[in-house]
């Protein structure tokens, strides 16, 4: 009722301590830029949505993630493939060879990479957004609540000293 009646204007609010608001604003910034920040890191290191989908149903069912061959990896792969076609003794086939071995090491270091920045980057990101920014909205949320149970209280007071008044004129 408290609340109704302060988004329709009919009844007063305690305001917060400007500091104290201040804090929220940057907590709720905090939150946006780390949100858009994790998701635009996520789409970086994985850009197949449909790989990122069921790397999150493996997250969240806590079972490890299957280990894909890199695009690197797999090209190093078909490469030395032909390599071994055309025969390693030919030009072509001893080019295919060290660039293909080039390829595979570049796959290597992209998915090292890739692990390391989801540990070391990506965790601590989810852990705010988990962890302590649930803690700071359910804090919010009472904090809230409290701030409408004493609004709630001083307009029933309010009230009643009105009424106390108008009773004392009376007789």
Known sequence: ?????????????TELDAHFENLLARADST??????????????????????????????LDRKVPSRVTNGELLAQYMTEAANDFGPGTPYGKTLIKVGETQRRLGAAERDFIHSASITFLTPLRNFLEGDWRTISKERRILQNRRLDLDAC????????????KAAVIF
């Open 31 to 60: 939150k946006n830029w780390t949100e858009k920040i994790l998701r635009q890191t996520e789409v970086l290191l994985q850009p197949n949505p449909s790989a990122r989908v069921e790397e999150f149903l493996y997250e969240k």
């Open 154 to 165: 001083k307009a029933r007071l309010k009230k009643a000293k009105a009424a106390e008044a």
């Open 1 to 13: 009722l408290q609340f109704t009646e302060e988004k329709l204007g009919q009844a007063e609010k």
